[in-house]
């Protein structure tokens, strides 16, 4: 809530042009052009009592969604429209292009009777994801983003669905995840993919910008089959496979990137021997985690995991192991402490020192006689 109270202060700088001191006016005190909206936003965000404010960014997130969705022109909504969206998901306005390029374009739409929102994407890559987006709007799971519809021809297609409120994993990667946390988030990615893959439908292009996360923080996959970005950036593709081949295997490597990327915060490096380096993270990470890395990212095919639900099997086993070892009673195997130790060898001096006097009378006793 803190954080939220700070986008406040940007929201207004934006607005107005000059900070929220003291008493301030509201962004239409100032400018009435202002949609109505951005005051009762602006009043949330800067609420005194944190209780008061918006508890979470995906909240603030959709509001500020349907501010600027008021002014937005129906244009594009009319071209979505005309292309059957609205058998799907009804009468809709436009509220935000999330992504456009020449090849495409996704855009975030609200129904104007239950104030449902959804994402349409549209690709000219012929029939791309088209196959896969069928077979998804009957097929569902926890972890895979639900598709409402999709159609298309020869010249492009479109694909409607469920809009993740909380982002996608792309925008939670500016710093470095503990290994528990990489590993939460990619078991749910592995669940997702395990049904994909069980029900013959490959991903393709798994990137951490499709992944998806939901209320609850839910991870969902999505886009599959789809164009890679749309686009053709000339860079590196990390996520893809070293055979460069799409299938399932190919979908557990773009997995195993990233997890990588996830813990270390880099690509995946290797020696000559195409052994994945993890010197770096081999005092954080329990051996078998590194192993698991190991065997999503094997260079060849035959050195990687067959399936996700081997990687789940894994770690199912790994987390049995914990929990039983945390179970086990502790042994008190600390070292006696110095003083105890020290009072012994005086005990012993002791006791030898009466021993020679002892035997000293003794002989002299002896020699007497």
């Excluded at 009435?32 to 909240?59: H, M, Y």
């Excluded at 987390?319 to 945390?326: F, T």
């Excluded at 012994?344 to 002791?350: G, P, S």
């Excluded at 021993?355 to 003794?362: D, E």
Aim: aromatic fraction near 8%; charged fraction near 25%.
């Amino acid at each position: 809530t803190t954080d939220i109270y700070a986008i406040g202060v940007i929201i207004y700088e934006i607005l107005v042009g000059k900070k929220p001191l003291g008493r301030f006016k509201l962004p239409t005190e100032i400018d009435g052009t202002i949609n109505p909206r951005f005051d009762t936003i602006i009043q949330k965000c800067l609420a005194q009592e944190a209780k008061d404010r918006f508890q979470s960014a995906s909240e603030l997130k959709n509001e500020i969604l349907n501010a600027i969705g008021g002014n937005k022109s129906a244009a594009p909504t009319e071209d979505l429209t005309a292309q059957g969206a609205e058998s799907f998901i009804g009468k809709c306005r436009y509220l935000d292009t999330i992504n456009e390029t020449p090849y495409g374009s996704t855009v975030l739409v609200e129904n104007k009777v239950n104030k449902r929102l959804f994402v349409i994407k549209r690709h000219t890559k012929g029939e791309a994801g088209r196959k896969e987006a069928k077979l998804l709007t009957t097929l569902k799971h926890r972890n895979i983003a639900t598709i409402i519809g999709s159609g298309g021809d020869n010249r492009g297609t479109v694909i409607i669905s469920e809009y993740a409120s909380g982002g996608a994993l792309a925008e939670r990667m500016v710093r470095k995840y503990d290994w528990e946390k990489a590993m939460a988030i990619v078991l749910q990615i592995a669940a997702g993919l395990d049904f994909a893959h069980k029900n013959n439908i490959v991903h393709g292009n798994l990137r951490p910008s499709n992944v998806f996360f939901f209320e609850g923080d839910i991870i969902k996959v999505g886009d599959f089959g789809l164009p890679v970005h749309y686009d053709s950036t000339g860079k590196k593709d990390w996520y893809a496979p070293p055979e460069h081949k799409a299938s399932k295997q190919g979908d557990i490597y773009a997995l195993g990137v990233i997890l990588h990327q996830l813990i270390t915060g880099r690509t995946p490096q290797y020696d000559p021997m195409d052994k994945l380096r993890l010197d770096d993270v081999k005092m954080f990470v329990p051996e078998p985690v590194r192993m698991m890395m190991a065997k999503l990212l094997g260079v060849r095919v035959i050195n990687r995991y067959k399936s996700c639900e081997e990687l789940l099997l894994d770690w199912e086993a790994f987390a049995r192991e914990r929990e039983q070892r945390a179970a086990r009673p502790v042994v008190n195997s600390e070292p006696e402490p110095v003083q105890s130790s020290m009072q012994k060898w005086a005990w012993l001096l002791i006791g030898a020192g009466v021993i020679i006097v002892v035997v000293g009378i003794l002989l002299a006793i002896g020699v007497s006689k």
